[in-house]
């Protein structure tokens, strides 16, 4: 059983630029949660997807956007990128439809550097 | 606003040594707290979730109980394979509202 995959897994970028990462859930998972982990800190949260709409959102600005796809995949794309914006993203799958209490696992992350 | 506290920032033991680990929360109805281990580079990978006060979870060499106000993460007769950083978080049970919000972690060193 495939875990949540991620891609890529390392990334550099100069800052101005747009960049897209790409997260496929665990199988059998419906929604996907994205965070962000500066180095050092915990990881913080970004937005949530189920049902191909944002659920939720934390304190991250309109750069940062997403998508979910029918197949319960995801995107998280951000514009404008900003030299702050150096840190692993996380992508984190959960089932929500079932009625589970919605335990979230994480994948590898991809990290991305801003020069 | 919810808060998650984590300490030690750092612990260092020697092979053997059992510790424990805190982590201190505020939320305002907590639907879970969730540990995970995370190593250098790499996603957390999900330890154990608790849901009500009084609860414990056991793995291995790994125990985690819950209170109302904190949560402890004990480790027993420890091996440097359990070195990584150790992360709490806590979920609300409001519905819809299934982010995680984390503490900053506890980097655990075990010693040979």
């Known amino acids: 059983d495939a875990g949540v995959t991620q891609s890529p897994t390392h990334l550099i970028k100069t800052r101005g630029q747009q960049v897209t990462l790409r997260c496929s859930p665990k199988s059998g998972h419906d929604t996907v949660s994205w965070y962000q982990q500066a180095l050092g800190q915990g990881p913080q949260f970004i937005f949530q997807?189920?049902?191909?709409?944002?659920?939720q959102r934390g304190n991250f600005p309109d750069r940062f956007s997403g998508h979910q796809f029918p197949n319960y995949s995801s995107e998280l794309n951000v514009n404008a990128l900003l030299l702050g914006d150096s840190a692993l993203y996380l992508c984190a799958s959960s089932w929500t439809s079932g009625g589970a209490r919605g335990t979230q696992y994480f994948g590898p992350g991809t990290r991305l550097l801003v020069l | 606003e919810d808060q998650v506290t984590q300490s030690p920032e750092a612990l260092r033991l020697q092979e053997g040594e059992s510790s424990s680990l805190n982590c201190s929360y505020t939320v305002s109805g907590l639907r879970g707290l969730f540990w995970y281990r995370q190593d250098p580079g790499k996603g957390p990978e999900f330890l154990f979730t608790?849901?009500?006060a009084g609860e414990e979870k056991e793995k291995e060499r790994l125990k985690a109980t819950l209170t109302k106000k904190e949560s402890f993460l004990h480790i027993t007769a420890p091996k440097p394979e359990d070195s990584a950083t150790y992360l709490c978080a806590v979920q609300k049970s409001r519905p819809g509202a299934q982010k995680l919000v984390f503490g900053q972690g506890t980097r655990l060193t075990i010693n040979p």
């Open positions: 608790l849901y009500s």
């Open positions: 997807y189920y049902e191909e709409e944002e659920r």
